[in-house]
């Protein structure tokens, strides 16, 4: 480690910043919407009659069950397919915001679609649910191998779970996330090859095989394809490694980056190729541009991980996913000043975000931090605000002698309510920056947010206390 | 709120072209009638009562229209020589369940033999299959009026 002292310069922060595409977005919606409508009249014109009584309407909504929860499911995985439109657009964290929230309802239509379609059958046919169940599973083409299908996905899905989640490590839940990948392919076969809507349609055949090729290709594309050509086309590797405070280093990683498309506030997922931390990639900031197009990321130790940065040797390569995220400067209306309001290591975006502002831009930056020596940044923060006509509050302390309160925050930025506000701390944090802005009248859209967490269910780990004070309200 | 408008346009557009593309192929798009109706409707040709099966009918070869049972789709094709009617063959035969199956593999053909003898789809449903008979008979009813 370098120590302390800082040859580094920050030059720029975005260079190619990412464009939103808000008409892309729109684009997709569209077409989601299409494909919904489509699969709804299909299914209504080769359901069986509603007139046959109460099996046959049960059967006929099982069969619409099945293909609502495929639809969701394919939904589901284009919202982690990290597609760039709309990454760049919405940012990855609202993506799997709603990625996770979509879950629970798919996994429910499933279900559903099993047990209606089960006991119809077993109405129909005049048999126990069981013995048909077991009659389904053996006869139906492709039945079983989707049987086990439902398993593996809801076992990925009971993994999701909060109560769940928040008992595994990081590393068990992904694994076992990832057996919804392989839930969701078992299951394909048997849809094609029994569903009402198919037998006996190719188009329709082939175009439902379409869809999923559609999202397969995203996804290989996207999560594989583009970081390994960013790996291959970059070379990152470890140029440095500083210590900001007691507990936070910088780790400066150099590469071909001038073609990369970075906006201040973006975050990738890093991967260093070391003894013990190749295995597993974590998201962190990238906290400024240095001369040299390097880039530098700023870690608090708080596990395994962040804390074993301090030891990565000059020279380590490094793969990134990547960079991610729309808690960019161009999320801001264009004439409206900013307020940026960060907490310990949430300066990180923030600290690149503002040099993505226009000279005239007279950000307020409110900044809390435990205490002095946790202030990261002070020499460069100073002149980056000042130089654009703002103003810097350092606010030293901990929640009880540092409150965030609408008056707080008014005393401190009095036209705090006609900005727009960028908050990024812990999610105890950002949830009473939230409260208070709500306070003050400040509309929720024009809150951009970053919470170190990419999962509902994630305890950031930037201030544990501060987590478990505010969740124990 | 402008995106889930965005989505509904085009959930309204889809379902519009799908229904579009079933009427312009001409399938029938009120599915079953129930299989102990007699007579067939079919999307092809104007629909008629079984009794006028005793016209002539001309030689060739016709397709009945899927028609969708409570176990699933059936669809028959007739082939018509010298004025008779000299083959049936199941296209399609709801072959997702156990009971469909054996439905598939036993009474089908003992329909189908009912029907070359009696020359008429105007016969009488089979008993324990009643949905699968009834859209077998459905969809040759409409393939023989397309030979009429
Ligand atoms: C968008 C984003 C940007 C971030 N930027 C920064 C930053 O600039 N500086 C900084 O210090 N921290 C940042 N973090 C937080 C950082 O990712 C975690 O502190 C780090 O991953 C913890 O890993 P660990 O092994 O050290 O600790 P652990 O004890 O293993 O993990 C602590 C918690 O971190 C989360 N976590 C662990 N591994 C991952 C992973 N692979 N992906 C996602 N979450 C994980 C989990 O919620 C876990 O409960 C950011 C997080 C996100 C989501």
């Known amino acids: ?473 | 709120m402008r995106r889930a408008l965005i989505g509904a346009g085009g959930a309204v557009a889809g379902a519009v072209a799908v229904l579009a593309g079933h009427v312009l192929a001409g399938h029938v798009l009120a599915p079953g009638a129930g299989p102990n109706l007699p007579s067939a409707v079919g999307g092809a040709g104007p629909s008629s009562g079984p009794n006028e099966t005793d016209r002539p009918l001309i030689d060739g070869t016709a397709t009945g229209p899927r028609v969708e049972t409570d176990y699933g789709p059936v669809q028959v094709r007739v082939t018509v020589s010298a004025g008779a009617i000299v083959e049936i063959e199941a296209l399609i035969l709801p072959t997702v369940h156990e009971r469909s199956r054996w439905i598939d593999a036993n009474l089908v053909p003992r329909l189908r033999q009912k029907v070359l003898t009696a020359q008429s789809a105007d016969v009488d449903v089979m008993s324990g299959a009643t949905f699968t008979s009834g859209g077998y008979l459905r969809s040759l009813q409409a393939a023989l009026d397309q030979l009429a």
């Open chain 1, 1 to 473: 480690m370098s120590g302390t002292a800082r040859p580094n310069r920050i030059v720029a922060a975005a260079r190619r910043p990412p464009r939103r595409r808000p008409r892309g977005v729109d684009g997709l919606v569209a077409l989601a919407g299409v494909c919904l409508g489509a699969v709804v009249a299909q299914w209504w014109v080769t359901k069986p009659s509603l007139g046959g009584g109460a099996a046959t309407v049960a059967l006929a909504a099982g069969q619409l069950a099945g293909l609502l929860g495929a639809y969701l499911a394919m939904l589901g995985l284009l919202l982690a397919a990290r597609v760039p439109v709309l990454e760049s657009t919405l940012g990855l964290d609202r993506l799997l915001r709603l990625h996770a929230k979509l879950g629970p309802w798919t996994l429910c239509t499933m279900v559903i679609h099993a047990l209606t379609v089960t006991l119809a059958y077993a109405a129909l046919a005049e048999t126990g649910a069981l013995a048909q169940f077991w009659s389904i599973v053996t006869t139906y083409e492709w039945v079983p191998l989707a049987a086990v299908g439902l398993s593996l996905m809801l076992v990925a899905g009971v993994a999701s779970w909060w109560r769940i989640r928040r008992r595994l490590r990081y590393e068990s839940w992904w694994a076992l996330h990832l057996s919804m990948y392989g839930g969701i392919a078992l299951a394909v076969p048997h849809q094609i090859a029994n569903g009402a809507i198919f037998v006996g349609y190719p188009v329709v055949q082939w175009l439902w095989l379409g869809l999923y090729a559609l999202v397969l290709g995203a996804l290989v594309a996207f999560r594989f394809g583009l970081p390994i050509v960013r790996t291959v086309r970059y070379r990152p590797r470890v140029a440095d490694v500083v210590t900001e405070a007691p507990g936070v280093v910088s780790v400066i990683i150099e590469g071909a980056f001038h073609r990369l498309p970075l906006a201040g506030g973006q975050f990738a997922h890093w991967r260093f190729l070391a003894r013990g931390l190749w295995w597993q990639a974590h998201p962190y900031s990238i906290s400024g541009v240095l001369d040299g197009g390097r880039l530098r990321v700023t870690v608090r130790a708080v596990g395994d991980h962040s804390r074993a940065l301090n030891r990565l040797r000059p020279g380590t390569r490094v793969l990134m996913e990547g960079p991610y995220g729309a808690f960019t400067a161009s999320a801001r209306q264009p004439g409206r000043p900013v307020a940026l309001i960060a907490a310990g290591v949430g300066i990180t975006p923030i600290r690149a975000l503002l040099e993505d502002l226009p000279p005239d831009a007279a950000p307020a930056v409110l900044y809390r931090a435990h205490d002095h020596d946790d202030l990261i940044f002070q020499d460069e923060l100073g002149p980056a605000v000042s130089g654009r006509g703002g103003t810097l509050h350092c606010l030293v302390g901990d929640r009880g002698e540092q409150p965030i309160t609408a008056s707080r925050l008014a005393s401190l930025v009095p036209d705090i309510a006609g900005r727009t506000v960028y908050v990024c701390g812990p999610p105890g944090f950002a949830a009473v920056v939230l409260g208070a802005a709500k306070d003050l009248g400040i509309p929720r859209h024009r809150i951009h947010v970053e919470a170190f967490r990419l999962h509902p269910a994630d305890a950031s780990p930037v201030r544990r206390e501060e987590v478990s004070a505010c969740d124990g309200r």
